[in-house]
């Protein structure tokens, strides 16, 4: 079964990244958001809450307010700077979310 998502509404969405690195040298994480077709795109950090580290897991969540607005699959990419100030992408355990209206 896939959990319907909904364009408008509060969204908290758990990603697991991929292997290669560990949670606790992350030190700060954005997400980005991008409509497979390019016409809008989210980012969401760290820094505003939005993006929660956890011990194994990412927690992204993404506000009613100021979230995704337009019905489609968006594409995801996830960036982080680790303890040494290394800028990292990493491969989530999904790569696209589907946003309906």
Do not use: H, Q, W
């Not at 994480?29 to 505003?48: H, N, R």
């Amino acid at each position: 079964m896939t959990a319907k998502l909904y364009i408008n509404t509060d969204v908290s969405i758990t990603l697991t990244p991929g292997t290669g690195f560990v949670m606790a040298d992350v030190v700060s994480a954005s997400v980005t958001f991008t409509k497979s077709d390019g016409t809008s795109s989210l980012t969401l950090t760290s820094a505003t809450a939005a993006v929660v580290l956890g011990a194994s897991t990412i927690t992204v969540n993404i506000p009613d307010s100021a979230g995704i607005t337009s019905a489609g699959v968006y594409n995801l990419r996830i960036t982080f700077v680790d303890s040494s100030g290394n800028i990292r992408g990493l491969t989530p355990d999904v790569e696209y979310l589907i946003f309906n209206s």
